[in-house]
């Protein structure tokens, strides 16, 4: 079955770059999602990438995938205390109805 | 403004009483989506609905119940035969397979 893993916490300094981890299993994967929650909110959608590309980039926002270890990341530079949130990967595949795998999400702490 | 709205944020009800959460969009969307999220962990899907009058189980159905009689809604009900109803509940629709869900802010449920 599908299974997506993140780790839960990361903390960077403002300015610095952030990257968020993820691993899924489901080979079939079509698109790989990066939606950003904040407290009390719903999933913002940050960025997608279809399974057939390497790389995509969003202003301060990269998405690089490596297929071959099914491995995901998001960077995000120059991070800003704003983007303290929870950041959770996703992932749909083929025949699935558009549901999607969630990791558990990782929450991105912003210091001064 | 075209988006999903999920009503109540808060509610609160006694064990063993039913409770309807509301979800309505008006973005056109075919699809309609119920997860819901507890405190380290990724999103579960509870049900979903591909088109009007039409609805699947997803992972964790079991005590929940739905509807779909117009596009534009799709109420999920707790029943009293969910074990443990408290939680974050999203709501999220798209308009097809190959495009990316959007989320309502979600309704925090307290049964006690």
């Known amino acids: 079955g599908e299974d997506v893993e993140q780790s839960l916490f990361l903390s960077v300094r403002e300015g610095d770059s952030s990257v968020i981890n993820c691993t899924y299993t489901?080979?079939?994967?079509?698109?790989l999602y990066w939606y950003k929650q904040e407290p009390g909110a719903g999933l913002q959608l940050l960025t997608y990438i279809f399974s057939n590309m390497d790389m995509k980039q969003d202003q301060r926002l990269t998405v690089l995938l490596n297929k071959k270890d099914k491995h995901l990341s998001l960077r995000i530079a120059d991070t800003q205390t704003g983007d303290s949130a929870i950041y959770f990967c996703a992932e749909s595949f083929t025949g699935g109805g558009n549901k999607l795998t969630f990791g558990t999400g990782t929450q991105l702490k912003v210091e001064l | 403004d075209g988006g999903i709205t999920q009503s109540p944020k808060y509610l609160f009800r006694k064990e063993g009483q039913n409770v309807t959460l509301s979800c309505e969009q008006n973005l056109n969307h075919d699809a309609m989506y119920w997860y819901r999220q507890d405190p380290g962990q990724g999103l579960r899907l509870i049900y979903y609905?591909?088109?009007?009058?039409?609805?699947q189980k997803g992972d964790i159905a079991e005590g929940y119940s739905v509807s779909r009689e117009k596009k534009e809604s799709f109420p999920l009900t707790v029943t009293s035969a969910q074990k443990n109803p408290t939680a974050f509940y999203l709501c999220?629709?798209?308009?097809?397979?190959?495009?990316?869900?959007?989320f309502g802010n979600g309704t925090r449920l307290t049964v006690t």
């Open positions: 489901d080979s079939s994967s079509t698109y």
């Open positions: 609905s591909q088109i009007v009058n039409d609805f």
């Open positions: 999220a629709s798209t308009s097809d397979r190959a495009r990316p869900l959007h």
